[in-house]
């Protein structure tokens, strides 16, 4: 622990080699504990990186409550187990999409395909009245498929700035949007 305490407090002061010698001692078996968690590699890797690139980025907030390895370990599990339970929203999402045949009623039915074009139109003039920041983060995240830390790291802003922009944009698309439903 006390080591642990003079790594972080190293890496807070913004040695890179400090940060360098945590990453060496830990990137493998993380990232072999994260593809244990969601069966690939290629994604654990990606799930570590951010995980290292963050602690980096914001070393200067960072609380050790407990080991340096309980951290790491603990923010992986969250990290991947909140990566799979996207995906697997995604894979219900499509799903029912392609049992309920939707896709194929818009595009045979004139009818359908003219209503869904309005609606879509009603959506880009939405948005295009929300505030830039706003605008922007909702389309990263639903036409882009950017999750929130994703959009958060690339704008340099924090996650419940993004969370708090959602809402805002999907408050202000319900209300519009609403009366033609």
């Known amino acids: 622990m006390l080591n642990d305490i003079l790594l ?16 060496r001692l830990y990137y493998a078996p993380l990232c072999l504990y994260a593809s244990c968690i969601m069966g690939q590699t290629d994604t654990a890797e990606e799930v570590v ?28 599990r969250n990290q991947s187990l909140q990566y799979l339970e996207h995906e697997e929203v995604k894979k219900h999402y499509h799903d029912k999409v392609a049992a309920e045949g939707c896709e194929e009623d818009y595009s045979s039915d004139p009818q359908n395909e003219m ?12 948005l295009s009245l929300l ?5 922007r983060i909702f389309r990263m995240h639903r ?10 790291s690339e704008l340099q802003i924090s996650v419940k700035t993004v969370e708090a922009e959602m809402t805002k944009a999907l408050k202000t698309l319900r209300n519009k949007v609403e009366i033609y439903i």
């Open 115 to 126: 209503e869904f074009e309005e609606l879509q139109k009603i959506i880009f003039d939405v």
């Open 8 to 23: 972080i407090t190293k890496i807070k002061e913004g040695n890179m080699k400090a940060f360098e010698e945590v990453f």
């Open 143 to 152: 036409f882009e498929g950017k999750k929130y830390t994703e959009i958060a």
């Open 49 to 76: 990186q951010e995980l290292f690139y963050v602690l980096w980025r914001d070393r200067n907030k960072l609380q050790l409550l407990h080991s340096l390895k309980g951290y790491l370990y603990g923010a992986v």
């Open 131 to 135: 505030p830039e920041r706003c605008s």
